[in-house]
């Protein structure tokens, strides 16, 4: 069994999705700041964008939705894998393990002069943009729009759902690809897809199962009822 999770598993925490209501930062789209040309324009705008996203996700907690993952994977022992599109790390934070992060980590940090990578949980971070000790400037340890997702992780993804018999797709509208590819490959393996989302998504005509509603009420009452 898989999951693909988006910012809508997060949405209840109180940490804004990218394309729902709220998404919008100072009237900036994601598609505009989320991008190295945004960052190498104006790296300061694009820090005090993540600064102020990570001051948001430092106040969140885990919620329901996240706790039943972490519920799934220990039931599934070993036979359960999360694959998110998200940095928040709520994941993490909720108790699951076996994670594969397609678009990096809001709280690590890159060097664009050395390439040093470390975790950085400073809120809020100043002065920004926050250098490394080598005097270069860090970036986000994140993936933007145009840049190449981590091969590792997604090789693994791809694995994963080729071999999911079960692939749940969990609060993305599933529009950025590669990751809205996966429960594609999932389903052409003969998983069974079944997604949880407010509204109707790119892949609700594909799914065999499309809930409408909270992944944080809907799929704990699946798994109440999958005991
Ligand atoms: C790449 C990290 C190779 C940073 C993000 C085809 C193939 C390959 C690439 C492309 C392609 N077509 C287009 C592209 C380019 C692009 C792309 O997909 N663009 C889209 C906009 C069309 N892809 C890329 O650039 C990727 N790179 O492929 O490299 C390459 C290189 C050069 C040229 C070509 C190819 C990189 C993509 C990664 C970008 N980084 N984030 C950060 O977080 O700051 S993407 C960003 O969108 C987040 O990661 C987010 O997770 C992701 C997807 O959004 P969602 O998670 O789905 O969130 P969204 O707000 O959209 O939706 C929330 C959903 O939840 C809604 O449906 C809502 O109804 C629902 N919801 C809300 N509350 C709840 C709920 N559901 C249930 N319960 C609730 N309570
Ligand atoms: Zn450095």
């Given at each position: ?13 109180g940490?804004?999705t ?10 900036f ?22 600064d102020?996203?990570r001051?948001?996700?430092a106040?969140?907690?885990?919620n ?7 519920e799934?994977e220990?039931?599934k ?17 909720a108790g ?21 990578e ?8 100043a ?22 997702l ?16 079960v ?7 599933s ?7 996966l429960?594609?490959?999932a389903?052409d393996?003969?998983?069974?897809v ?8 790119e ?20 798994l109440?009822?999958a005991?």
């Open positions: 069994m898989a999951t693909l999770t988006g910012a809508g598993i997060s949405a209840e925490s940490v804004p990218f394309r729902g209501p709220g998404g919008l930062w100072r009237n789209r994601p598609e505009d700041l989320a991008t190295p040309e945004a960052f190498a324009r104006n790296p300061n705008l694009v820090w005090e964008w993540y102020w996203r001051s948001l996700i106040k969140a907690e885990p329901a939705g996240h706790r039943a993952l972490a799934l220990s039931r022992a070993g036979k359960f894998w999360l694959i998110t599109q998200n940095v928040d790390g709520l994941h993490d934070r699951n393990r076996r994670i594969v992060k397609l678009h990096g980590d809001i709280w690590t940090v890159c060097c664009v002069g050395c390439g040093a470390k975790r950085n949980v400073q809120v809020p971070l002065p920004l943009p926050p250098r490394c000790e080598c005097g270069g400037m860090l970036r986000p340890g994140v993936v933007w729009f145009g840049e190449m981590p091969a590792k992780a997604l090789e693994q993804a791809y694995a994963i759902a080729q071999r999911a018999e692939f749940l797709v969990l609060g993305t509208s529009v950025v690809y590669p990751a809205a590819a429960p594609r490959i389903f393996h003969g998983a069974r079944i997604e949880i989302n407010l509204e109707p998504t892949l609700s005509s594909l799914a065999h199962i499309s809930l409408r509603g909270k992944v944080g009420e809907l799929l704990p009452q699946i109440t009822g005991r």
